[in-house]
Structure formats: structure tokens, C-alpha cells
């Protein structure tokens, strides 16, 4: 057991450095695109804290007491993280759309549960563009630390009474490393359990862990060495890791034995710069600062509708320090120091009764529509899951016996004699209402899987997307849509896709599929993706009247500029290397002006890149004439 005190400000101090690299990540500083790994450094300190405490009551006694550690572990985590909540909530009433509203609650009741972690695992990852419209994402990584609380003491007990203390710290190796591997098999066959599952991240808390074991270096310019080394680690991942890095795996070892080198050098001079003052107070109030940040971030956004601009960044960072000092003091102090036994009973009950308020309230809400009253009639439209309920109804489910129904997922068949088949994503899929009203003289099918472009599995390219067996079937399946496609009588067949890869990558991988096509007498149209507006108009439009005026829709819902003049390239780019290309681009944004509603003001989007039932009957009628059918 190494000689540290309980109490080592400098551990506070860092972390200052990782919750402010969080901070700053989320408020899109761009020198800090790898500030998520602020993250991995709490993981690497809470493992070192919470086994010091565990291994050192276990060897002074031989025993544990649970109950004590628990209630702990409860006061000192629980209260501010029903505080954030509480308040998040309300915020989320005001300003949230329904269907963002049952998303929230859903979190909100899993945040307090302590699985928002599985929750956020089962819906995306981590850098989705949904994600920035989730105001409890980030209490992913709470659960993942209040799992390991849950664990952590009674595997530690028995690795002690199995094999001694050293071979604890032998077996807590190998569970790191197993874990370290497990991440790294993940990263490929599901990065979001990788990202987000305590199993990927039991490396990261086991290296704290293995720190306990690990003596102090007794030279001071070994120890300041070791300290500047961690801080260069933790400092480099920062400012050189992306969104587009692999992670966990491999990739945190660099933030992660950062900051265990820093624990092993923690009492030396380059240490003890991190128990200056003002930064251990920054450290003090990490906890509520990671909490309250996110939030208000968020919900800012849900009321301006657009990026950070100007000093906006600035006022958020100060707003949320402020909210932070003022939580840690109202609430993690109040209730974060355990009573004499038998006096802790009151203010736990009480406090895990409110949780149940909360996940009662949270079902209230799912099952109520997200609280859809909240809404002004005029501003109601059909959610994205309705809207795409009705998609389904409408155009998927007139099945043609004759038709494999795994391969053509959506079928509208009318007895007709012509029929035409749309392949590709579910860039395909949202075409299905305007080609079945347009061409009612056809059966119109689709062949799609979401996320599945036509493409992959062609000219050297395929699509890596979810889950590497995702990836896999994708390639299958497509290989099976142009099997059929060309040994079948000819048909028309549309290929449409979501913008994945360069154009020069999707030209060279479309080039044998033409081919195929053409050659089984097939006659094609290759339609280029629409604009996306970038943002869910949507959710934009149905938000209620408490604060966002009549006027501000006007003024917000418009989509995202940059996003719309990167795509019109996109679909410059692939027209100039595919001349039979029909693209939108005119006919959607005539002098670049891109048409999110109709002259009636209808939405022709139903989230931030699908087209609604309404855009997607607009368009295909508009394109008709341009079409060889």
C-alpha cells in the first residue's frame, strides 16, 4: 500500500485539468478536439480513490463495511445528480419538442436508475449529431463509475481473501488487461459499447487501481519527471485527438497512464502546482461543473437553434462555474458527509424517494407523448416515429408474394405491370410516399437497410458503420439487391443514397453496378441525395410558447447554412464525375436558397436529414421529368 494521505489536493487539481478539457470540448473550442478525455482522466482518478479507500480498510481489519461505503457513495454523488436533473427537467419542459421531451425523460429516469449508459449504448454513440439535442448524455459516464461502485468492493474483498494482497493487485492487472482487449474488439464490432460499457472501460479504472500498489519514487526529479510526463500525456491527447479517433481501446492509454504517471509523481514540485488555491477549488467543484455544463449547453442551443457564436462559448463557460460553486455549496455539501449510524436513514429514503418521483414522472411523460399539450395546435405536426409509422402503412405493406420480403423491405405492390425499384439507405427508404403518388401506374419497392449505402461492397469500397457485423451484412446485401436486380426481368431501378464517402469514392463503386444494370437492360437513374438542413426543423418548429416566440420560429428554423453549401458541392462534385447524375440542387435550392417548407408552409423534412411524406412527394414530383421512366 502506498504512503499517501487520504487527502491529496494536488488529485484535486487534475481534476481542474479534466473537467475544464471537457468544458472546452463541448463548447467546441477547436484547441481542444480530444477534450473528452477528460472523462478517461476521472476514470483513472475515481479507480485509484475509491481502491485506496477499499484496500486500505480491508487490510487494516480483514473486513468491509459495505452499508458505510454505500451510504458514502450515495450522499456523495446522488444529491447534486438529482439536483441537475431536477432543473434540467424544467428547462426541457420549456423549450423541448414532444419527441425530444420522451427521449429526455427516458434519460432522466435512467441518469437517476443509473443505466444511461445502456440507454445511450441501444440509441447511437457518442458523437452523433442527435447527441448535441441530449441534455443528460454526459451521465453516461456517472453510471458507468456507480456500476463499478457497485462491484468494485466485493470483487476486491474476495481477490484479498483468494489470493493476498499482491495477488489482488496481480489479478486486477489481468482484469485491465482483458478489459483493454475487450475495448479494442469492440471498437470494431461495436464502437458504442466500447465507448460507453463499463467492461471496455474497467482498464481505465483498474490503472487507477494498480496506482494504490505502486510506491512513491523517492527522488525528487524522478517523481516532477514523472508528474511532467502525465501532464504532457493527458495535455497531447487533448489537443491531438478528434472525434474520428478510435476510442477507448488502445487510444486511452495515452490520457490513462498520463494520469497515473502524474499520481505517481503527484508529491513532487510539478505536483504540487496543482495544489495552488483557485485551481483546487476548481477541482472541488468538478463534479457539479461536469454535471451542470452539458445541460445548459444544450438547452441553449434548443433556444437559439444554431452553433455557439461570438462570446457565447465565454458566457457559458462563466454561467456554468457559477451554477457549479452554487450546487457544491447548497447541495454537495449539505448532504455529502454521512451521519452517525442510524442517522443516515432519514435523507437516504428521502432522497431515493425523490429519484422514484422522478422516474415516475419520466413515465408519465413517455407515455403521455412528451407532454404534447404543451405545444400550440398550429405548431403540431406528425413526430419523425409517426411520420415514418405512416410511411410504413401507407407505401411498405401492399407485399408481393413473389418478392423475397428481406431483400425488398418495403413494398408497395398495385397489381401493376411496370415496377419500379428503389435501392440503397434509408436515403431510399424516404423516397417510397413520392414515388408511389407520382407513378401510380407502378409498383414501387425499396430496397434499403439504414445506414446500408448502394455502394459498399463495390470498386474497393464498403462502408464501415455500427457494428462491424453491420458492415458485413451490408456487403451482403447488396451484393444480393444487384444479383436480382440483373438476372430478374428488366426494370426501373432508382439508386439513391445518403452523401458517405467522397464522390470520388462512390463514382468508382457506382461504375460496376451501372454497368451490371445497364447490361441486364435495366434502365437506371442515379439520384443525387437531397440537401439536408442540418438540423431538425422539426423539433425546431413544435417547440412550446413559454419561450420561444413566433417570430424566433421564423427566425431559427431555417436549417444550418454551412451544412447546406457543403452538400450543394458534395453534389457538384459527384455530377461533374457522374454526368448521368439527376441532381436536386436546382430544383431545391435555386440560387442557393434551399427550400426546407413548402409555399404553404408545410415541413419537408421530418428530422434533421430524412425527407418527410410531404418533402418527399414535393420533390419526386418536381423531378418527374427527369426521370426515364
Same mark, same amino acid.
Given at each position: ?11 484535486? +487539481? ?32 475515481? +479507480? ?22 454505500? @451510504? ?27 419527441? *425530444? ?10 441518469? @437517476? ?62 482484469? +485491465? ?155 454537495? *455539501?449539505?448532504? !455529502? ?21 422522478? @422516474? ?13 399539450? !404543451? ?11 409517426? *411520420? ?83 458492415? *458485413? ?19 426501373? @431501378? ?61 427566425? !431559427? ?73
Amino acid at each position: 500500500m502506498s504512503d499517501r494521505s487520504s487527502y491529496q489536493p494536488e488529485i484535486d +487539481g487534475l481534476r481542474a485539468l479534466a473537467v475544464l478539457a471537457v468544458l472546452f470540448y463541448h463548447l467546441d473550442f477547436g484547441w481542444a478536439p480530444g477534450g473528452f478525455v477528460g472523462v478517461d482522466v476521472f476514470f483513472v482518478l475515481s +479507480g485509484y480513490l475509491i481502491t485506496r479507500l477499499i484496500a486500505g480498510e480491508i487490510e487494516s481489519s480483514g473486513r468491509f463495511d459495505f452499508a458505510a461505503f454505500y @451510504v458514502r457513495r450515495f450522499r456523495r454523488l446522488f444529491p447534486a445528480l438529482l439536483s441537475t436533473v431536477v432543473v434540467t427537467t424544467a428547462g426541457a419542459f420549456l423549450l423541448l419538442s414532444p419527441e *425530444q421531451m420522451t427521449r429526455f425523460s427516458q434519460s432522466a429516469a435512467a441518469a @437517476v436508475l443509473s443505466v444511461s449508459n445502456f440507454l445511450f449504448w441501444s440509441e447511437s454513440n457518442y458523437f452523433d449529431a442527435l447527441a448535441t439535442t441530449k441534455p443528460l448524455l454526459h451521465t453516461w459516464s456517472l453510471s458507468v463509475e456507480e456500476q463499478f461502485y457497485l462491484i468494485w468492493p466485493v470483487t476486491l474483498l474476495i481477490l484479498y481473501r483468494a489470493f493476498g494482497r499482491w495477488g489482488a493487485a496481480a489479478a486486477l492487472a489481468v482484469i +485491465g488487461l482483458a478489459s483493454l482487449a475487450l475495448a479494442q474488439f469492440w471498437l470494431k464490432w461495436d464502437p458504442a459499447a466500447a465507448f460507453y460499457m463499463l467492461p471496455a472501460r474497467a482498464m481505465e479504472l483498474g490503472i487507477g487501481g494498480l496506482m494504490v500498489w505502486i510506491g512513491l519514487p523517492r527522488r525528487q526529479w524522478l517523481s516532477s519527471g514523472l508528474a511532467a510526463t502525465g501532464l504532457a500525456a493527458i495535455v497531447a491527447a487533448t489537443v491531438l485527438y478528434t472525434d474520428g479517433t478510435a476510442f477507448p481501446g488502445i487510444a486511452a492509454l495515452l490520457p490513462c497512464l498520463g494520469t497515473a504517471l502524474f499520481i505517481a509523481g503527484s508529491r513532487s514540485k510539478v505536483g504540487t502546482l496543482f495544489a495552488f488555491g483557485p485551481v483546487v477549488w476548481m477541482g472541488k467543484i468538478s463534479y457539479s461543473l461536469y454535471l451542470v455544463h452539458w445541460p445548459l449547453i444544450v438547452l441553449w442551443k434548443a433556444y437559439t437553434y444554431r452553433p455557439l457564436q461570438g462570446v457565447e462559448p465565454l458566457v457559458l463557460a462563466a454561467i456554468s462555474v457559477l451554477l457549479a460553486w452554487a450546487q457544491y455549496a447548497l447541495v454537495e *455539501q449539505r448532504f !455529502r458527509r454521512p451521519q452517525p449510524r442510524g442517522q443516515n436513514r432519514m435523507p437516504v429514503t428521502a432522497f431515493a424517494l425523490a429519484g422514484l418521483a422522478v @422516474v415516475a414522472g419520466s413515465l408519465v411523460s413517455t407515455v403521455n407523448h412528451g407532454l404534447d399539450w !404543451r405545444i400550440p395546435k398550429e405548431r403540431l405536426i406528425l413526430s419523425a416515429t409517426q *411520420q415514418r409509422a405512416t410511411e410504413r402503412r401507407q407505401y411498405c405493406i401492399n407485399k408481393n408474394p413473389s418478392l423475397d420480403a428481406k431483400l425488398v423491405t418495403c413494398q408497395n405492390f398495385r397489381g401493376m405491370k411496370d415496377d419500379i425499384f428503389i435501392w440503397g439507405d434509408s436515403h431510399a427508404q424516404h423516397l417510397a410516399a413520392g414515388f408511389s403518388e407520382v407513378f401510380p401506374d407502378y409498383n414501387v419497392y425499396v430496397i434499403f437497410m439504414s445506414g446500408c449505402d448502394a455502394p459498399s461492397g463495390f470498386g474497393g469500397y464498403v462502408r464501415r458503420f455500427g457494428k462491424e457485423a453491420d458492415a *458485413q451484412a451490408c456487403v451482403a446485401r447488396n451484393k444480393a439487391a444487384l444479383r436480382f436486380l440483373t438476372t430478374a426481368p428488366a426494370k426501373n @431501378v432508382v439508386i439513391s443514397n445518403a452523401k458517405r464517402a467522397t464522390p470520388a469514392i462512390i463514382s468508382a463503386a457506382m461504375k460496376p453496378i451501372e454497368e451490371a444494370l445497364a447490361a441486364a437492360g435495366d434502365r437506371v437513374a442515379f439520384l443525387g441525395d437531397f440537401i439536408r438542413p442540418g438540423v431538425s426543423l422539426l423539433d425546431c418548429v413544435m417547440a412550446p410558447r413559454y419561450l420561444v416566440t413566433d417570430e424566433q420560429i421564423r427566425r !431559427r428554423c431555417i436549417g444550418k447554412p454551412t451544412s447546406a453549401e457543403t452538400e450543394l458541392a458534395y453534389n457538384e462534385q459527384l455530377a461533374a464525375l457522374e454526368p448521368t447524375l439527376i441532381s436536386p440542387n436546382e430544383l431545391q435550392c435555386p440560387s442557393g436558397q434551399c427550400r426546407f417548407f413548402d409555399d404553404q408552409g408545410r415541413l419537408l423534412y421530418r428530422d434533421d436529414h430524412h425527407l418527410s411524406n410531404d418533402g418527399s412527394r414535393l420533390f419526386i414530383g418536381e423531378l418527374a421529368p427527369k426521370l426515364p421512366f
